[in-house]
């Protein structure tokens, strides 16, 4: 097509971007919504999804699954666009994952649609990956930043309305099309895909590295059903627990060994000597850990302590997604405009230390009001530092590991979300457990036998002093997670601090000139890509 991204090799200044980029841009964040949307979809419809095919000792496996299937498929992805062209592997994820749609749509009973879901996370492993990695192709660093209100918008939808459609869909439609309703709209995205964006072609002559594939498959698998299962389905000194963790070691560490060997690693090594990679892969890690925390505790507490409504759950989340999203936007505009971006991981770390800590002073008489307002505090730390985490990372190595880098920060974010669920999840259910003993006796230990998080209707049907009980037991279960967030948190901050900042180049004043050494992405990274048409 005629449109094309313009970008000078020598200046890295970019011209503006043609109406078929911003086709593609929304194409993009289309595929981004689908990935971000349908757990939160899916979740609402589970209870209507049980009452119709049974199963319910099965339950936990429909989303175990998918979360498993899109972990391991996610550096496989990365690295599949690497060698063969971003496009083909994109949209190739994109047709896994509406199959996979379909079918969990039709699905007859549960072990067909635990099977369908893993078929749909294999492709979900690739969309995430796609946006950041094409893109990381067609926007160079500088220009970058001006995009990221726009994902942090995308994800801030998600999360809000993502519980709102679910229940509208499965009262109104049936639960099926929780899952059908993926379809036209990746369809609206493969076809502007497809007819907008065109990249070059690849043709690796490497072999795919199986071996390095399988190990790692393993290793995340054997990670994520030890932070899904333990303290839950078995506990944490359980041997299935044991076996899991010594499975996952043992893969993991004979994937690295494999990857100083294999002559097309899955995950090159090498992008790890670059210091600001290794810092934004932590501090990656740490936010994901913090942020689905948060997503699974606030709206708990306001259910449980503060009476609001469950079926608004999202939207009790709002001032921490507001606060996200704004700050993601000015965030993006100063770096775009100034190509520095050092100040937001550190502010962003420091802001969520304290939101976290905010948050854990939260008791029975807090109102939603103070709450709210602690909530934008986290929110705000997580809009510095959600996509300026990609933005450095992908800055930190060169072209031709573009998609390992995306997907390997996405997958630390991931692995992240994981732990943090599982160690501030079995934090609370302890401390609930505890506090209910202490408080109703016999009575508090029978009604958390079960499951410390107790839901609307359970929580109505107790006597006034066992829910007044449990009040204060979800207060104190939410204080020792935060605080142990907060704790955390403190390593993204000494994460962020040693990061070295290294110009962004792109649209704009032109950047000095950096050093061309390690700890500033081996020096090719550091240059815009020529962009191609689109």
């Not at 300026?388 to 991931?414: I, K, P, W, Y």
Request: some cysteine.
């Amino acid at each position: 097509m005629a449109d094309a991204v313009t970008a000078d090799k020598d200046t890295g200044q970019a011209g503006e971007q043609p109406r078929s980029v911003r086709v593609v841009l929304l194409a993009l964040m289309i595929a981004m919504m689908l990935a971000m949307l349908d757990n939160m979809i899916v979740g609402t419809a589970m209870p209507t999804i049980v009452g119709e095919l049974g199963g319910l000792q099965h339950l936990s496996w429909v989303v175990t699954a998918y979360t498993l299937a899109t972990a391991a498929a996610t550096p496989l992805w990365g690295k599949l666009g690497d060698m063969y062209g971003r496009k083909g592997a994109f949209m190739t994820s994109i047709v896994v994952f509406l199959a996979g749609s379909a079918l969990s749509g039709m699905a007859q009973d549960m072990g067909q649609l635990i099977g369908f879901r893993a078929v749909q996370g294999l492709g979900a492993g690739g969309l995430m990956v796609g946006v950041m990695a094409i893109v990381g192709d067609l926007i160079p660093p500088r220009e970058r930043g001006r995009y990221q209100g726009m994902m942090a918008a995308v994800m801030a939808l998600a999360m809000i309305g993502g519980p709102l459609v679910g229940g509208t869909i499965t009262d109104n439609w049936g639960w099926r099309w929780a899952f059908y309703i993926n379809l036209p709209l990746g369809a609206v995205a493969l076809v502007a895909i497809s007819a907008v964006l065109h990249l070059p072609s690849k043709r690796a002559q490497a072999r795919i590295d199986y071996l390095g594939a399988v190990l790692l498959t393993v290793g995340i698998s054997a990670i994520v059903l030890v932070t899904t299962w333990g303290g839950t389905e078995y506990a944490w000194t359980s041997a299935r627990i044991m076996e899991l963790i010594g499975i996952g070691v043992a893969a993991l560490v004979g994937f690295v060994f494999w990857q100083t060997k294999a002559a097309e690693p899955i995950v090159p090594l090498h992008i790890f000597r670059s210091r600001n990679f290794t810092l934004m892969s932590v501090i990656g890690f740490i936010t994901g850990f913090v942020m689905f925390g948060a997503v699974l505790f606030l709206p708990l507490y306001q259910q449980s302590v503060q009476g609001a409504s469950a079926t608004n759950s999202g939207l009790l989340l709002l001032p921490m997604l507001g606060a996200m999203l704004v700050v993601s936007m000015i965030a993006g505009r100063v770096t775009t405009s100034s190509g520095r971006y050092k100040a937001f991981p550190v502010v962003g770390s420091v802001l969520m230390v304290v939101g976290l800590y905010l948050l854990s002073l939260m008791d029975t008489g807090t109102t939603r009001l103070t709450s709210g307002l602690y909530m934008a505090v986290v929110g705000a730390g997580m809009g510095c530092l959600m996509q300026v985490t990609m933005l450095v990372a992908q800055n930190s190595v060169e072209m031709r590991d573009m998609g390992v880098a995306s997907s390997s920060t996405t997958l630390f974010r991931t692995l992240g979300s994981s732990f943090g669920v599982a160690i501030m999840g079995a934090l609370f259910n302890h401390r609930v457990q505890d506090v209910m003993a202490e408080r109703a006796g016999v009575l508090g230990s029978r009604i958390t036998e079960q499951s410390a998080q107790l839901d609307a209707a359970s929580l109505a049907k107790l006597p006034a002093a066992a829910r007044e009980a449990y009040q204060h037991a979800v207060s104190a279960g939410t204080h020792s997670a935060f605080l142990l967030g907060a704790v955390v948190a403190v390593v993204s901050l000494v994460a962020a601090v040693f990061v070295k900042e290294v110009p962004l180049k792109g649209a704009g004043p032109k950047a000095p000139e950096a050093p061309e050494d390690d700890d500033s992405a081996g020096g090719t990274g550091l240059k815009p890509p020529v962009a191609e048409s689109v």
